[in-house]
């Protein structure tokens, strides 16, 4: 569904790309989790296999079309984003702020239907966000808020939905509760791809994970192939310990720094 | 004289002054430069500065108000006290107050009522205590506007309407531009051209020349229809 | 729907009212002669005067309501307003200059307002394009201070240099009035709004997406680039239009559009048709208050404008802050 081969990009005026020729497939069904360093090109990964940036080589392919040939409106109907930060200027109520997930689908003259009424109803059950529908969005606690935000994605039913660190500044529950969310959506049919810092999270939810490093990849694979001690302390440059969970995921421990070795 | 405003332009030979510029805020030191005994300012708050200035630097400077038609004799018999020629000062008033009954009409047949239109975008026009309708008092007219709180103000076509004046004064001496609008053909006066034509700086401001203003003005209302 | 009646019934009140009420008293039956028959003073008054007034006013109050409202979401900043882009020092340029140098045509003022307005605003986008080579809205409204900076400059050093005084009265068409309303005016703005209008109301869906800022809208489906562009001349001709009618009216394009967003919502399929009817009563109440708390003397209607909406304004914002 969402794919890129050697996609190499380039931000105007930088003299090493941003990503360096990086390959990967998300599939119907699939959860993929970006993971890396600050720095090492995830975000940017994610917005060149969204057209918003143009590669210099390589390919970003949605269903197999280069995304730059996708019309905006289609291709939000197609993918469901749920970008990193956004700032609240005009606040709308929940209701409404979901139902701008269904902007490309609206009829002419940006007419609702009963169909679009009913997708946004949906999504706010879904996301267990129905219960405060009418409340403002600058009211909402930050998981609240973020559930919006995708409820907002899943409003214009995409096939694929795609999250730049939706558990930035979550406590454990709501961390928790959005990656249980994305996983079950991803195992009724809907290609899922999520960047984040949370390599626990990544090893116990994803079913692949890319771990990205000065923009190129480190390692792809399933957790128990990318998530092992050597590639962990060399990609990120500190010492950790790997263990496995009663369920079987691996677990990463960044371990402290020795006593004595502290004055580097 | 050592020098003039760029506004000062009667009689002719004014124009042989070195200009100083504008009367209103002028150039300190383009005044200095003339070496002047005794300069003469229009009392504005951004002239109070000015003669501020000038007195600090041992110039004898006298604000004076010349507003009105009073004002004329007025100042020229301070003039006159100070540059010592009272007498002469005293003859020229006399001649201008002569100049000035004769001028002024008594008892005119009908007093006509005239809108003076200082400026058409917006529309303003001034009061009763104004040099223009003083001129327009003694030329035998009435001001439309006589009732008028401030010494200017913009007022509303619709008002100019419902006072009905039989002409309408404008600083100028062709038919203005406004006269074409649509919205000005609601007033009478506008539609059918009675315009009094003011042109000229004895229009202006009060002078020696304001009998000629009352003249002028006389004899363009005895015209009307 | 209690509030669509409330506003219908509230609008239908000032409209009457703006009619009812003037510079000259007329007791109610000789207005509703006026409106109804075709003789007599008070029918010239009534319709020729005062109608194409009240609905010029009405026009121009929700034009600039609505293009603030589009401007506010263009740009993520609810203090932006219609004039901020360069507008306002276009038009003043234009307008001294056709006093300074224009000679005997009735429209020469408005029209060079207009120009002026509309090289403003193309200088604007092409200063904006450029740099940022999006339309971004803080390049944008750089730009818009730039020109606006400069246009005004030259508007001041053409006053200080020219030798007629009377361009200071320049100063005064600039600060707003519907004294020059007629029938013929009325229908051209009306008829050169429709489009422009007709835009910004059709593009409200893409002005949810574009106030979330650029990248949510262009995850949710927005072809950003196009909308701004639209969006941005759509909102600059309709008040470069309004400034060649009426000068320089502030406040209503910032006031109206803070107080829907506040009172009812922020969503623009709402926001902007509530905001035009809002701003053209509001306009059409404040020309009233200009024309008759004086009389025979008239204010300028941007100093009534300003007079109750920076209050107001201080209000909204004590308001929003609690």
Redesign the interface.
């Known amino acids: 569904m969402l794919a890129c081969h050697d996609l190499v990009l380039r931000y105007r005026n930088a003299t090493r790309p941003a990503v360096g020729g990086v390959s990967l497939a998300v599939n119907a069904g699939e959860l993929v989790c970006v993971t890396g360093p600050n720095g090492s090109g995830k975000s940017t990964l994610l917005r060149g296999m969204?057209g918003?940036l143009h590669s210099e080589r390589g390919t970003a392919t949605i269903d197999d079309k280069d995304v730059c040939q996708w019309e905006?409106?289609?291709?939000?109907?197609a993918?469901?984003?749920v970008?990193q930060r956004?700032?609240i200027?005009?606040?709308?109520?929940v209701r409404?702020t979901v139902l701008?997930?269904r902007?490309?689908r609206?009829g002419p003259?940006?007419a609702v239907g009963l169909e679009d009424r009913a997708a946004v109803e949906r999504a706010l059950i879904r996301c267990d966000v129905a219960q405060f529908a009418d409340r403002r969005v600058d009211q909402l606690s930050g998981g609240e808020w973020q559930r919006v935000r995708v409820a907002?994605?899943l409003a214009?039913e995409p096939r694929a939905l795609v999250l730049d660190e939706p558990t930035m500044s979550l406590d454990v529950r709501h961390e928790m509760e959005m990656f249980e969310l994305v996983r079950e959506l991803a195992d009724q049919g809907l290609a899922a791809l999520i960047i984040t810092h949370g390599l626990n999270l990544a090893a116990r939810f994803a079913d692949r994970i890319l771990l990205m490093s000065d923009g190129h990849t480190a390692a792809l694979g399933t957790p128990a192939e990318v998530l092992i001690e050597p590639i962990l302390s060399r990609v990120f440059q500190w010492p950790v310990a790997v263990t496995t969970t009663p369920d079987g995921a691996p677990q990463v421990m960044p371990l402290r720094r020795p006593t004595g070795a502290g004055a580097i | 004289m050592v020098g003039r405003t760029t506004w000062c332009d009667y009689p002719a030979e004014a124009r042989a002054v070195p200009d100083l510029g504008d009367g209103i805020a002028p150039n300190i030191e383009a005044v200095l430069g003339q070496r002047p005994d005794l300069v003469l300012l229009y009392p504005s708050g951004r002239n109070a500065a000015a003669a501020e200035r000038l007195r600090s630097m041992g110039i004898a400077t006298v604000q004076l108000r010349t507003d009105l038609l009073a004002d004329v004799t007025r100042v020229g018999a301070l003039l006159g006290r100070l540059t010592g020629r009272e007498r002469e000062a005293a003859a020229l008033k006399a001649r201008f107050e002569s100049a000035l009954a004769q001028a002024t009409v008594k008892q005119p047949a009908t007093v006509p009522s005239v809108f003076l239109l200082v400026w058409a975008e917006p529309p303003m026009t001034v009061g009763a205590g104004s040099y223009l309708s003083e001129l327009l008092q003694r030329g035998g007219g009435r001001n439309a506007y006589d009732d008028l709180p401030t010494s200017s103000g913009q007022v509303s076509i619709e008002s100019v309407v419902a006072r009905h004046p039989d002409a309408i004064l404008v600083l100028g001496d062709s038919t203005p531009a406004f006269a074409t609008r649509p919205e000005w053909q609601a007033v009478a006066a506008v539609r059918e051209r009675r315009f009094v034509f003011a042109s000229g700086s004895q229009f202006a401001h009060p002078g020696p020349r304001a009998p000629d203003a009352i003249r002028a003005l006389a004899r363009s209302l005895v015209a009307l229809p | 729907m209690t509030r669509w009646l409330g506003l219908a019934v509230a609008t239908a009140l000032v409209l009457l009212l703006g009619v009812a009420l003037g510079s000259v008293p007329l007791r109610p039956g000789d207005v509703f002669d006026g409106l109804i028959r075709n003789t007599g003073e008070a029918a010239v008054i009534v319709r020729e005067l005062r109608v194409p007034r009240v609905l010029l006013a009405f026009l121009v109050g929700g034009g600039l309501a609505v293009s603030g409202a589009a401007l506010q979401a263009l740009v993520r900043n609810p203090l932006a307003d219609p004039y901020l882009l360069g507008l306002s020092g276009g038009a003043g340029l234009g307008a001294v200059l056709a006093i300074a140098f224009g000679g005997g045509s009735p429209w020469a003022v408005p029209i060079a307002a207009f120009a002026g307005a509309l090289i403003a605003v193309a200088l604007v986008y092409r200063l904006s394009v450029v740099a940022g080579r999006r339309l971004d809205p803080l390049v944008l409204l750089l730009a818009g201070v730039v020109v606006g900076s400069f246009a005004a400059a030259l508007m001041s050093a053409i006053i200080a240099l020219s030798d007629a005084p009377r361009l200071r009265n320049a100063f005064l068409w600039l600060l707003g009035g519907f004294s020059s309303a007629s029938w013929p005016t009325l229908a051209l703005f009306a008829i050169y709004a429709v489009i422009p209008l007709a835009v910004l109301l059709l593009a409200a869906r893409g002005l949810d997406l574009l106030a979330l800022g650029e990248e949510p809208a262009r995850h949710l489906g927005a072809d950003v680039e196009r909308l701004r562009r639209r969006i941005y001349l759509a909102a600059s001709l309709l008040t470069a239009a309004s400034v060649a009618t009426c000068g320089i009216i502030g406040f209503v394009g910032l006031v109206v559009p803070h107080a829907v967003r506040r009172a009812w919502t922020p969503m623009h399929r709402v926001l902007l048709p509530v905001a035009f009817v809002g701003g053209g009563g509001f306009l059409v109440l404040a020309d009233l208050v200009a024309r008759t708390v004086l009389r025979p003397i008239e204010l300028p209607v941007g100093v009534v404008t300003a007079l109750v909406g920076v209050p107001l304004f201080a209000l909204l914002l004590r308001k929003s802050l609690a």
């Open positions: 969204l918003l905006p409106a289609n291709l939000a109907a993918v469901g984003v970008p956004e700032e200027t005009f606040p709308l109520r409404e701008l997930g902007y490309a609206l003259l940006g907002r994605a214009g």
